[in-house]
């Protein structure tokens, strides 16, 4: 059943019910079925190409009749305007050269033209992510499942104008956390791991609440929006890039296929079996803690993904700090 605009709340949290149960993707052509259930048409005529079951309930449906859900179409179409997912290539201006690069998409300092009731408008500085291979759809699902969350990087919204796919996030001027080690290394105390230990918990929390398994959680996309040597309440840190997210919900893990993925922070059974889960986040969890506060890798950078695997199914250095932490992250940082 459709539900108002009003109700995903003030943060702008998309609704549950936009999401295709079968994609995890947000619809743009809405049908129900016999079952009761909204689905995204061209999934669900897929579904029952081969079933002649719910794909929800998993009960026989008595016919294959879909009907277009336009009061839910339309409270999507709204919250989409409402809430600017959709960006308007002349309002993102893309400075200089690169920031960073990834195996999908190019970083870039820039800045956003926002306009506000009254035809008043202001610019702010974004982080602009150009998509270099796929499309943004996915990634940008993620956020919108997300919402607002102070732990997580902000979304401002997607543009798909002209050539280009853009993604435009909040700007972090310090940069990754990976990228901060070496500047770090005689100033960082107890304290401000700590604190940032904390903080990758509370966002990674939200993400296993949210039914998200990030699957690249590392340094590197964990961004640092502020940091002071002599307060350490001033030190902020979030979550970021979730290209390679997935979508567990009603289950247990999700099992990928053996594509690009960060080989040195994967647990045993993403190694072996490509098989994560929120138990596989906790262990990415305790290499990123690792990472910062030895400021090293636990692996050298000529390990083969062979190699890391070996290592990893020893446990060999690593035992101490999983064995204290897998059951939640959160529970160990709040115990030190």
């Not at 919250?79 to 970083?107: C, N």
């Not at 695997?309 to 999983?322: G, I, P, Y």
Request: proline share 4%.
């Amino acid at each position: 059943m459709a539900a108002g605009i009003g109700a995903t709340g003030g943060q702008g949290k998309a609704m549950s019910s936009f999401f295709c149960t079968i994609t995890d993707e947000l619809m743009q052509d809405p049908v129900c079925t016999a079952d009761g259930h909204t689905y995204e048409r061209a999934a669900i005529e897929e579904w029952l190409a081969g079933h002649d079951t719910s794909p929800s309930t998993g009960v026989e449906l008595p016919n294959k009749n879909l009907t277009p859900n336009l009061a839910l179409r339309n409270s999507i179409d709204e919250w989409q305007e409402t809430y600017g997912m959709h960006l308007r290539r002349a309002d993102i201006v893309i400075e200089g050269r690169p920031i960073a690069a990834g195996s999908f998409k190019t970083v870039y300092k820039g800045s956003l033209r926002v306009h506000a009731p009254g035809g008043d408008s202001k610019t702010v500085v974004v982080a602009v992510l150009k998509i270099r291979k796929g499309d943004c759809a996915t990634e940008a699902d993620m956020f919108l499942k997300l919402g607002r969350h102070p732990r997580l990087v902000r979304f401002f919204g997607q543009c798909v104008d002209g050539e280009d796919q853009l993604m435009v996030t909040e700007f972090a001027k310090h940069g990754s956390l990976s990228d901060s080690f070496e500047k770090w290394e005689d100033t960082i105390t107890l304290a401000h791991n700590v604190a940032i230990m904390q903080q990758i918990a509370q966002g990674m929390e939200h993400l296993s609440a949210e039914g998200i398994i990030h699957r690249d959680l590392a340094a590197r996309n964990v961004l640092v929006m502020s940091f002071d040597e002599t307060d350490v309440q001033k030190t902020s840190v979030k979550i970021s890039d979730y290209g390679l997210a997935a979508g567990s919900y009603d289950r247990s893990h999700v099992t990928i296929a053996p594509v690009q993925l960060p080989t040195r922070h994967m647990s045993p059974e993403a190694l072996q079996k490509g098989r994560f889960s929120q138990y596989s986040d906790v262990w990415a969890c305790g290499v990123t803690f690792w990472c910062f506060s030895h400021i090293l890798s636990p692996f050298p950078p000529s390990f083969s993904r062979v190699r890391c695997l070996l290592r990893v199914r020893a446990l060999s250095h690593l035992r101490s700090l999983f064995r204290a932490c897998v059951r939640s992250p959160l529970s160990f940082i709040r115990s030190l």
